[in-house]
């Protein structure tokens, strides 16, 4: 496991490479990285182009603040994830433009929201469930969530935005980006005839069950 140090530089640098290629804006996204004894997570309020590695919130294993900044409002989302997914090391959340907006169309199948467009987002992603709608704060939100991340390691937020775990840092950071890309050529696709990738193929892509 990287050291802290690290970790903490990792999440800035993500957070600057997010915010500055348009995947997320003003103070909206949060990044977690878990440690052995606890997590680091992006603090509320701030940009993550302006993030101090020094100033992360550092969470004790019960979810208390040790030091730093105050936390994300939505470090019970990231909780959430890890609390299903104990080999996972890192969550990334994002209000990114184009898997938001497909999070409120209309018609969506509520198990796997967007289709088999590429191999690397079958690869990356696999199944994408929705979560229902929420409003913000509201902590029954990580039951939702809890629910479905034994099985998916990316869900959807209704009216809201994608929430991703890895077994590393730049994992969480490849899928969700491979989310957004997928979410932004689903809406460039739509109304368009598409070839998307059939049964057998998504079958032989993605890793035997159990």
Known sequence: MRTEHAAREAICRLGQSLFRRGLTYGSSGNISVRLDDGWLMTPTNVSLDELDPARLSRLDADGQLVSGDPPTKESFL???????????????????????????????????????????????????????????????LADAVAALAGRHHAVLLANHGPVVSGTSLSAAAAAIEELEETARLHLLLRGERVRLLTGAQVAALRPPAG
């Open 78 to 140: 990231h909780r959430a994830m890890y609390g299903e997914r104990p080999g996972d090391g890192a969550v990334v959340h994002l209000h990114s433009t184009h898997a938001v907006a497909v999070s409120v169309l209309e018609g969506v199948d509520p198990a796997d929201v967007l289709p088999p467009i590429t191999a690397y987002y079958v690869m990356r992603v696999g199944r994408l469930p929705l979560v229902p709608y929420y409003p913000p704060g509201d902590r029954t």
